[in-house]
């Protein structure tokens, strides 16, 4: 089992940005994909992207391509989520998980997939 923390979430003016971090620990990181998802008040938790375990491969939503980036660095067990250009509608808490299979071909997006998520840390932007 791996517990996953994340950290970086605040407040933020719409434009801004923010760099939210996960750390990983108790399994071999660098073999597993990981994600990043978000829940809205009163929504359902949504997709926001995916990385697979080498990190040459990622996911995006629709809604936050081209302005989101995910990166992983292994030797440190963490992945991240670069936020630019917020906006009202990407406040949420936003979470981490890691996938529940080694070494898959491809990055995964359904919630089904991973195994193990975090706490969550908030995001909001102010308009």
């Known amino acids: 089992q791996v517990q996953l923390v994340e950290s970086g979430g605040g407040l933020v003016q719409a434009g801004g940005s923010l760099r939210l971090s996960c750390a990983a620990s108790?399994?071999?990181?660098?073999?597993?994909?990981q994600g990043w998802f978000r829940q809205a008040p009163g929504k359902e938790r949504e997709f926001v992207a995916a990385i697979s375990w080498n990190g040459w491969i990622t996911y995006y939503a629709d809604s936050v391509k081209g302005r989101f980036t995910i990166s992983r660095d292994n030797t440190k067990n963490t992945v991240s989520l670069q936020m630019n250009s917020l906006k009202p509608e990407d406040t949420a808490v936003y979470y981490c998980?890691?996938?529940?299979?080694?070494?898959?071909?491809?990055?995964?997006?359904?919630?089904?997939?991973?195994?193990?998520w975090g706490q969550g840390t908030q995001v909001t932007v102010s308009s």
């Open positions: 998980a890691a996938s529940k299979y080694a070494r898959m071909v491809d990055a995964t997006t359904r919630p089904s997939d991973f195994g193990s």
């Open positions: 108790g399994r071999t990181f660098g073999v597993y994909g």
